[in-house]
């Protein structure tokens, strides 16, 4: 079944349990304001609680995937407001709210694929970076935009790229601004694959996500969940929670489905995740 939900700054249809969100204004390059960050913070939780999704693609329109945060955001009556330490502590839970956006990619109960084409800058780096796989065009690049304009990229590209890349290759481009290319960017390991168009790209893209969405949702989930623990604690820990996570999502059922789809070369058949409600939902 295809869906599609109105959007402005986005297009989403999900079809065959792949849910494809397409940054839809080239005409601002596709830069991210404060209806922007509703939208996207809106649909990460609908995919979320939803669980009919088993992966997410986010592509863009235009020459560039986004040229990130738009600047007059903080002019007039968005500027922040740095004369007072009580103004300041305001800015700090401005952009934690900001940067919670961001972490529902990496937090969503499904993988996530970005597919990226021309410039990909500054919020848009702590977009991406907070995605599961990256694709890119030949012509695509990467820029820590933040120095260039005066300031601390702030929204988790100083968080998440040195998990990614290495740690001599973030200060570089954190402190000079310069561009990342994407074929550079590829032997850094930031992205999975270049393709020399953006269909050749998107083609990739969307067989992997239908390659993903044939596995058992679950079964995703639980390798999802354990990737990113395993990235951030140590082995001994990160296998104590291996344990915890298989134990608690083990399906005999699930094992025998996927062994007799691959001997008779077809689709497994598996049931989605549970939709979510919220505790203050509950009995609704």
Request: net charge negative; charged share 20%.
């Amino acid at each position: 079944m295809n869906t599609s939900t109105a959007l402005t700054c986005f297009s989403l249809t999900t079809e065959n349990h792949i849910a494809h969100l397409v940054l839809s204004q080239p005409e601002a390059m596709n830069t991210m304001h404060p209806t922007f960050w509703r939208e996207l913070d809106e649909v990460l939780t609908q995919l979320h609680k939803d669980g009919s999704a088993r992966v997410l693609l986010i592509s863009s329109t235009g020459k560039h995937f986004s040229a990130g945060m738009a600047l007059e955001t903080f002019a007039g009556a968005g500027a922040l407001d740095d004369q007072s330490p009580e103004g300041r502590a305001a800015i700090s839970d401005l952009l934690t709210g900001m940067q919670a956006t961001f972490t529902k990619l990496e937090t969503l109960r499904i993988p996530v694929i970005a597919a990226i084409q021309g410039g990909c800058i500054g919020g848009a780096v702590d977009m991406v970076t907070a995605c599961c796989i990256r694709y890119a065009t030949a012509d695509a690049f990467f820029c820590i935009q933040e120095i260039n304009i005066g300031m601390v990229a702030d929204v988790g590209t100083l968080q998440r790229l040195p998990k990614l890349i290495p740690l001599g290759v973030v200060k570089e481009l954190a402190y000079t601004g310069r561009r990342l290319p994407a074929q550079k960017a590829l032997t850094y390991g930031l992205v999975n694959e270049v393709f020399d168009t953006q269909d050749a790209m998107l083609s990739a893209a969307l067989q992997c996500a239908r390659e993903i969405a044939a596995k058992p949702p679950v079964a995703i989930w639980g390798t999802k969940q354990v990737i990113h623990y395993a990235r951030d604690h140590s082995v001994n820990d990160s296998l104590q929670q291996m344990g915890w996570v298989q134990g608690a999502i083990w399906s005999n059922a699930h094992v025998r489905e996927a062994v007799n789809a691959l001997k008779e070369k077809r689709r497994g058949d598996y049931p989605a995740l549970t939709a979510l409600k919220s505790f203050t939902e509950i009995g609704l």
